[in-house]
């Protein structure tokens, strides 16, 4: 009934709208699949995005030519820059969303794309070939015929909920999960797992007392996470979070529901993440404290619904209820509704290989949750790069793979691909060896020239990061070459409180200190920047930064050339591991399993050893 297409994307949450958009841009006619069209970059759980480390791949994808980092800005009514207060390699910019306006954003952004489809079905099935997929069939038995396919179906796949005791069928809190699909990916030989994640309870804001909680506001200067020249993007009103704690009372009403919690009675046995844990499991974990903190955080400018950050929970409605009720400001409060958990299928990522692509069946890319990642930000990355390389690998191209002194996002797959999850995966700055190198100034100079490679950055992009990259030589250039006298110094150094000099110096040499800035000097713009295309700020930020850090610039990047050497080194295919009996049983039964691409990968395994590798490089040697 429909016509055949190169690339199927499946599911439209942050995965599949990036997804979608990159193959649909890079000239692949494509189908976005979804079950409700008014969903499309929903936001399941808190209406933010970005954070530590989080912020960085967001500003990477924006960087390639993705869209999650301008729809981000085109909704956000609260941003700001998380540890600013340490090096630049840590600062992490966040931004609170208005959830609704994030949807429609997202909807209109992919409705702009001529090159791109749309379908609302569920995906029942997929039609394989051999050992090739070649479309879809959905619920309602209609076969959909593609080159390549995209699964991102987030939490749908087997989807249970849970509130105390009860549980119901489905993705998210009224929407149906998505079955069969996973079960015959499971009947093809796939390893399939079970992960769980929750949420809380939603709070009518006109119920609380905002006066009991500390007012937690945004930056003065509002950022953004998008490179696209300023003023590009409509800015919206911002809008304060807030932050209350739990008490010991709230504690004691919330164990009293730990009976009929499906964490503790054994209801709920897959794992949960770690790092954004339930409230009841800070109970336990964290059993010596009598208070969390906890942030209220508004759903949207027009609408008084507000997200409890911090108070994920699966316990009975009522128990969550009394507790919140306890709450510093939340005495008199009414929800919307309560929190839950949810668990769902995933696919152990150790079955991809690093451009997504599964192993076992070819022309089939898994991207997001599927692969047992949590948060949208790893979600988006991932759905970008599957895009990406569904529509080069439709259109017999080499595929695209970012490696981990590249960007966080090559970090992000290459762990996944390597060491597989045992937990949902979340980024971190500390996963990354390459912390200096991968900041998120530099997003755009370290990918957009990727992205221009691929066709996915736009001429106007291009044009405006060509004239930022020529602007930052220039200054860079004259900071170095500029002689500055004492008389012109001294006077700025001492209202910096930075010692006096004692003779003339280079300006770069003044700038290298840790208080002083490119700012701070009376440079006019004009003699740089030729277009208004260009940012002023974001100029002297990128040269304030290469001159205080060049030289940890320079070692990081030594290592890190050494290091990729062995990236370079093919393997896949290549070694009998078997029959190797000078390597470790353990490297063995794990080198055959994962059948790694490169050296570097398989140096990166869990278990392989620095002697291992020695013994595989002797064995390339022969």
Known sequence: MLQEYDVIVVGAGHAGCEAAAA??????????????????????????????AKGQIVREIDALGGAMGRITDASSIQFRMLNKSKGPAMWSPRSQADRTLFIKNWREELESIPNLDFWQDAVAELIIDK?????????????????SVVLTNGTFLN????????????????????????????????????????????????????????????DDEIGRFSFVPRGNIPQLPQLSCWMTYTNPEVHEMLRSGFADSPLYNGTIKSIGPRYCPSIETKLVTFADKDKHQLFLEPEGLNTCEYYLNGFSSSLPADVQYKA???????????????????????????????????????????????????????????????????????????????HRDEAYIGVLIDDLVTKGVNEP???????????????????????????????????????????????????????????????????????????????????????????????????????????????????????????????????????????SRLDYIKIKGKIPYEQIASLSTEARQKLAKIDPETIGQASRISGISPSDVNVLLVYLGR
């Open 23 to 52: 193959s649909a841009r890079l000239g692949s006619k494509t189908l976005l699949i979804t079950m409700d069209m008014t969903k499309m970059g929903a936001m399941s759980c808190n209406p933010a995005v970005g954070g530590i």
């Open 131 to 147: 050992d090739r997929v070649v479309g879809v069939k959905t619920i309602w038995g209609i076969s959909i015929k593609s080159k």
């Open 324 to 402: 919140m009720k306890l709450l510093p400001g939340l005495e008199n409060c009414k929800i919307f509704r309560p929190g839950y958990a949810i668990e769902y299928d995933f696919f152990m990522p150790t079955q991809l290989q690093s451009s997504l692509e599964t192993k076992m069946i070819q022309n089939l890319f898994f991207a997001g949750q599927i692969n047992g990642t949590t948060g949208y930000e790893e979600a988006g990355a991932q759905g970008l790069i599957a895009g990406i390389n569904a529509s080069l690998k439709a259109s017999e191209k080499d595929l695209f793979i970012l």
């Open 425 to 563: 995966y979340r980024m971190f700055t500390s996963r990354a060896e390459f912390r200096i190198l991968l900041r998120q100034d530099n997003a755009d100079v370290r990918l957009t020239p990727k992205g221009i490679e691929l066709g996915l950055v736009e001429d106007s992009r291009k044009r405006a990061f060509e004239n930022k990259m020529e602007a930052t030589a220039k200054l860079k250039d004259y900071v170095c070459d500029k002689k500055i006298t004492m008389a012109e110094a001294n006077p700025i150094l001492e209202s910096l409180e930075s010692k006096p000099l004692e003779e003339s110096t280079k300006l770069n040499n003044l700038i290298a200190r840790p208080n002083v800035s490119v700012k701070n000097f009376a440079i006019d713009k004009n003699n740089f920047i030729n277009s208004d295309d260009v940012d002023w700020e974001t100029v002297m930020e990128s040269v304030d930064i290469d001159i205080k850090y060049s030289g940890y610039i320079e070692k990081e990047r030594a290592i890190a050339e050494k290091i």
């Open 159 to 218: 989807g249970l909920m849970h509130i105390g005791r009860s549980q119901v069928e489905g993705g998210r809190i009224g929407e149906l999960p998505s079955y069969k699909l996973s079960d015959q990916i499971r009947d093809f030989g796939f390893e399939v797992g079970r992960m769980k994640t929750g949420t809380p309870a939603r709070i009518d804001g006109r119920t609380i007392d905002f006066s009991k909680c500390k007012e937690q506001k945004g």
